[in-house]
């Protein structure tokens, strides 16, 4: 009893936390409503006997990666103001993503009501045999080591695009030209003069 109503009391938090991440209109209280949905969301791993989830949860999401946005939110001249020009363009694009996205999540939920009393196809959640980190290891690096080579190559899309959408030139800024610098001569680098012994550069 005491379980389930930790369950739908984290989950009420997560859910109305997270809708609160997107629409908060100061980033700063983003970034803390984002670390707030981690918490409840590990909360929620540890009442499903997952742990270690919970913990990687916690020490990587809310530990590096929420702390690390909220330092450049706070630490970046960025103009949100010009960032969200053109917002409600985006509008019907959102819409339908977010159909399609209820539309699944309401699909899985009658096909788990109607599955109610059939036999499950999954494995256990909780293994008696090894901890939570060993079967996670073995599940991921062996059924579904595609997927996870697709999560890594999407989070590597993000990483680049999070950076081309945030570039900004400036004029007079210095900037490292490997080409320049690979393609020159030795005569344009390299300067040889005669000196005497004990006359020095002058």
């Known amino acids: 009893m005491l379980a389930s109503i930790a369950f739908y009391v984290l989950s009420v938090i997560a859910v109305i936390s997270a809708f609160a991440v997107i629409s908060a209109r100061n980033p700063v209280h983003s970034v803390l409503f984002l670390i707030l949905t981690f918490f409840t969301s590990a909360g929620l791993f540890v009442l499903l006997g997952a742990e270690f989830l919970a ?3 916690v020490v990587v999401y809310v530990g590096a990666v929420a702390v690390l946005f909220l330092f450049v939110v706070m630490m970046l001249d960025v103009d949100f103001a010009e960032l969200k020009k053109g917002f409600l363009s985006y509008m019907p694009i959102g ?5 399609a996205l209820m539309a699944e999540l309401a699909l899985v939920g009658s096909a788990a009501m109607s599955a109610q009393g059939a036999p499950i196809a999954l494995a256990h959640a909780q293994p008696t045999q090894v901890t939570n980190a060993e079967a996670i290891g073995q599940v991921l690096y062996t059924e579904y080591l595609l997927v996870f080579q697709m999560a890594g190559l999407v989070l590597f899309v993000a990483m680049i695009g999070a950076i081309v959408l945030t570039l900004r030139h400036r004029p007079g800024v210095k ?6 610098q690979v393609g020159r001569k030795r005569s344009e680098g390299v300067e040889l003069k005669d000196i005497r012994p004990g006359q020095g550069l002058g």
């Open 175 to 180: 900037k490292q030209d490997i080409a320049a």
């Open 55 to 57: 913990m990687l949860l």
């Open 95 to 99: 819409l339908i993503i977010a159909a």
